[in-house]
């Protein structure tokens, strides 16, 4: 059993489908498919503006709506022969329908809840599922669509829900296993709560639910087709010579996903991973490319980095005090402060000194946890034992990954040498035990020059490097000599 996965740009349109067709035939040809599908390309997007739209009392959530009909339509007209488009053209026209009504509901009440919007932006996986099920039934391949929503159990979270794992393993299973077949089209994202209620498993979510039935079913592998031929060195839009990592382990390419690298998204890798099914990621456009093939140990690899990896857009929010020193609790009133008010901690530094405590947010939260963090030490500020929180913005991090980083000395030292050397000022650092990641902040506007620097240093250089070690080498063996 194979899972397929098919991201936005791979179903954009009636060309890009007739590709993932091919691919399909394939994977056929040699195993069990199930083949799992994202809307189509900016789908999502429109179906989110519709709904904000729509909640200000602003007639133009229509036009969004005419857009996303018209693209299915046409992808309908331009994929299926047609003295057999009608059954399909009338079924997207009624879920078309179907959103039309939630939408108008959401104008009349001007109001548009996390739950409202689950529903609304159900429709872009199960109108390209439908669609792409259409088409292979036009070409008599034999197979079955299943509402994903009777597979997958989460929790009532809408906008970002958590998955029940057992239950959905367990509903899986016995779907699949009631109904026999040899391939099957499944829409990604999309769940369901214990009432029945539509929910979604946060953006980029499809790779989510092809992990989680990969795992369900003991898949042999797991591939993400994408519109790249893999995870890379580097952001390729940042370092020209960024190159495919043809190998990488799970941990890497959780770290690598984590930072920048939008090729997976990164809670697939759990469940596959507990299983060890490997994850090829595979480029619907060059389908002959090796890709990326995640696995339980990556191949043995000469260089100790797998990856450089960046995120942009974060805002380091400093607790500082003398109030701080010694004083046991601090942390945990400070992250639940942020937990409290929903804002996610990209990274954490804290001197032995425990003087100050550092964390990484994304910007647009800065205010928000200042303000929180604030309000909760509002009486040691009072007193002076804390300052009120200090937020510096326009930050990013830059990140070394790879799992052969442990076995070797001397690597921050190249890459705090290299940054030194460039001029790159580091504002905090964070490297976990495990030697996997080591995270430094600077300012976005260093990001580029650092990014191409570090590449350099630790991909590009490795011959020129073995030269002058045995350069070094020679000449030391000729001063003992002399
Ligand atoms: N369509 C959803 C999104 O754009 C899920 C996905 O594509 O994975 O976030
Ligand atoms: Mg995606």
Not at 108 to 128: F, K, N, P, V
Not at 159 to 170: F, L, P, Q, R, Y
Not at 299 to 308: A, F, P, Q, R, Y
Request: hydrophobic share 40%; net charge neutral; with cysteine.
């Amino acid at each position: 059993m194979h899972v397929l996965k098919f991201g936005g740009t791979s179903v954009a349109n009636a060309e890009n489908i007739n590709k993932v067709v091919a691919i399909v035939k394939q994977s056929l040809l040699k195993n069990k498919t199930i083949v799992v599908v994202s809307a189509l390309s900016g789908i999502t997007d429109l179906l989110i503006a519709a709904g904000k739209t729509a909640s200000l009392r602003n007639e133009a959530y229509k036009e969004s709506l005419k857009t996303i009909e018209t693209k299915h339509l046409q992808a309908v007209r331009e994929l299926i022969p047609i003295d057999r488009q009608s059954e399909t053209l009338s079924l997207v026209k009624k879920k078309c329908n179907e959103l039309e009504n939630i939408c108008e509901g959401v104008f009349l009440l001007a109001e548009l809840s996390a739950r409202t919007l689950d529903s609304i932006m159900s429709y872009g996986e199960l109108l390209s599922s439908l669609i792409i099920s259409a088409k292979l039934g036009s070409l008599q391949m034999s197979h079955l669509w299943i509402d994903s929503r009777e597979l997958i159990r989460t929790n009532s979270n809408f906008g970002n829900a958590i998955v029940d794992m057992d239950h959905s393993t367990t509903a899986i299973q016995n779907y699949l296993h009631q109904n026999p077949k040899q391939l099957y089209i499944i829409p990604g994202f999309i769940a369901m709560d214990a009432s029945g209620i539509t929910t979604t498993l946060g953006r980029g979510g499809s790779d989510f639910t092809a992990a989680i039935i990969a795992a369900a079913m003991d898949a042999e592998l797991l591939e993400i087709w994408t519109d790249v031929s893999g995870m890379m060195t580097a952001d390729p839009r940042l370092v020209s010579n960024a190159k495919i990592i043809p190998n990488i382990s799970y941990q890497e390419a959780m770290e690598l996903s984590h930072f920048g690298a939008k090729v997976i998204y990164p809670p697939t890798i759990q469940p596959v991973m507990n299983k060890g099914i490997p994850i090829r990621i595979k480029n619907t456009f060059a389908p002959d490319d090796y890709g990326t093939l995640i696995e339980r140990k990556a191949t043995e690899n000469k260089n100790s980095v797998s990856g450089i990896s960046s995120i942009g857009k974060m805002a380091l929010l400093s607790l500082e005090g003398t109030g701080m020193v010694g004083v046991p609790g601090i942390s945990k009133r400070l992250f639940e402060a942020l937990s409290t008010e929903k804002i996610n901690v990209i990274l954490i530094t804290q001197a032995s000194s425990e003087y100050s405590i550092c964390v990484g947010v994304d910007e647009p939260n800065a205010a928000k946890a200042k303000e929180a963090v604030d309000t909760e030490f509002a009486n040691e500020i009072a007193f002076k034992k804390v300052d009120p929180v200090y937020i510096e913005k326009d930050l990013s991090i830059i990140a070394l990954v790879g799992e052969n980083m442990k076995n070797h000395t001397g690597i921050s030292g190249k890459m705090f040498g290299a940054l030194g050397r460039n001029g790159i000022n580091i504002r905090a650092i964070a490297q976990g035990s495990s030697e996997k990641n080591i995270s430094t902040v600077i300012k976005t506007a260093d990001v580029k020059k650092a990014v191409n620097v570090l590449h350099e240093d630790f991909f590009e250089t490795v011959h020129k490097q073995v030269n002058l070690f045995l350069v070094d080498k020679l000449k030391t063996l000729m001063i003992s000599y002399i």
